[in-house]
């Protein structure tokens, strides 16, 4: 949910509360995503988070390289809804890595790896006869 600006200066963080509006926007999409199980309509819009996340990557650099104090008047506004939106792409990115850490586990359990010595056998090349000399 996105924090209202009310205490918003006009000019350059105008255009980052609207980067930051995209990335709260692309996060909404990735959760409707999430609830679907859509394979397509995930890749699908992880490329658009990805997008507006370079985006205002690009527009806080430039704005930081423009004012005088750099991002230091950031208004609290905007560093609060940053602040969220870091905590829900934490969230979701979580929530991927234990998806996947279950699905791991579940191929493991149903494929399990053959019983394989950790060292193969030695062969007969070169290396494996000067091996087999120190022995």
Partial sequence: MPIPDTD??????????ACLSQIEARLSDMDEAFQSGDVT???????????????????FSQTARDQPDGLASLPASL???LRAAQARLVSQQVAVHRAL???????????PQAEAPTYGAMGNGPAAKALKAYR
């Fill in 101 to 111: 850490h279950t699905y791991g586990r579940t191929l493991g359990a149903l494929f």
């Fill in 41 to 59: 309509v995930l890749e699908t819009r992880s490329r658009a988070v990805q997008d507006s996340l370079a985006d205002a990557l690009h527009a």
């Fill in 8 to 17: 918003l200066p006009t000019g350059p963080f105008q255009a980052l509360s």
């Fill in 79 to 81: 560093r609060q809804r």
